[in-house]
């Protein structure tokens, strides 16, 4: 794999995340009480994975503006 590869794919998955997260927040405003949890708690795992992609970032040294994170 290619370093503009590796790049593509992760700016792929960031994309996705981020579309993700767009999409559960729209799905929260409309959602019974019921499946609030359930939509918070899958909330909650996108950002701390973020979360941890920028702490990697930092350790590395890696601009997390340039990974889209």
Request: glycine fraction near 4%; charged fraction near 30%; aromatic fraction near 14%.
């Amino acid at each position: 794999m290619t370093s503009s590869q590796f790049t593509e794919f992760f700016h792929d998955v960031i994309i996705s995340m981020h579309e993700n997260i767009r999409d559960l927040e729209g799905k929260k405003i409309y959602a019974f009480p019921e499946e609030q949890d359930y939509l918070n708690g899958r909330l909650f795992s996108y950002r701390e994975v973020i979360e941890i992609m920028k702490d990697s970032a930092k350790s590395f040294d890696i601009d997390q503006k340039e990974l889209g994170i």
